[in-house]
């Protein structure tokens, strides 16, 4: 993955083989706060959804302060014994070491998950993409926000948005108060409805197979 600042991005990955990265509620808010540790230091993460099989996020790549890097790769060590070392970060730009970020939260979720199914080997598969919106085109950050909470409802996991627990839909219906998702900076940057009744038109419109594609 490259990042460059001042841009926002669409980054997805699943399951090795299609197979499922989520196997209870537990897990899903265990990846949450790592999302929430490892990178908001460095973006800001304007939505997200986590499926049963794979994950999207939107984020905001800015200016990112390298002091950050020297700050935060000092040797530590979380809940599962993983160690970050300061050898892997030291010499990069912030945008590199956001890269090396999301890989870190891959990995240290992929030996959680191996740990409590008693598996071994990949989780993910071996590249996660990121997508640049704001240089595909003027809707894309706006579509892709929409796409993102669409997941849940076109995969028939639900048939309303806001019942999935799993995405930052429910945070910006005004329905939770989550803290990941940057929500008054999403709106100053992304042209999403103020009012509760277009908000919801907006959200739930068909969008076409043809712009998807466009998205990845």
Known sequence: MKFEENNIYHIYNRGNNRQPIFFDDENYLFFLKKLKKELTPYCKVLAYCLMPNHFHL???????????????SSNSSDVFGVETRPTALS??????????????????YTQAINKQQKRTGSL????????????????YPAICFHYIHQNPLRAKLVTKMEDWEYSS????AALRKGTLPEIAFCKEIIE?????????QESYAIISEDVMNQLY
């Open 169 to 172: 839909f429910k945070d910006y």
């Open 124 to 139: 993910f598969q071996q590249k996660t993409k990121a997508k640049c919106l704001t240089q595909s085109g003027e809707n």
């Open 58 to 72: 939107m984020i905001w790549v800015g200016e990112i302060d390298t002091r950050l890097t020297a700050q935060r």
């Open 192 to 200: 999403i409805p103020i009012s509760s009744e277009e908000f919801f």
């Open 91 to 108: 010499g990069r730009t912030g945008t590199e070491v956001l890269s090396r970020k999301i890989g870190t939260v891959l990995s240290s």
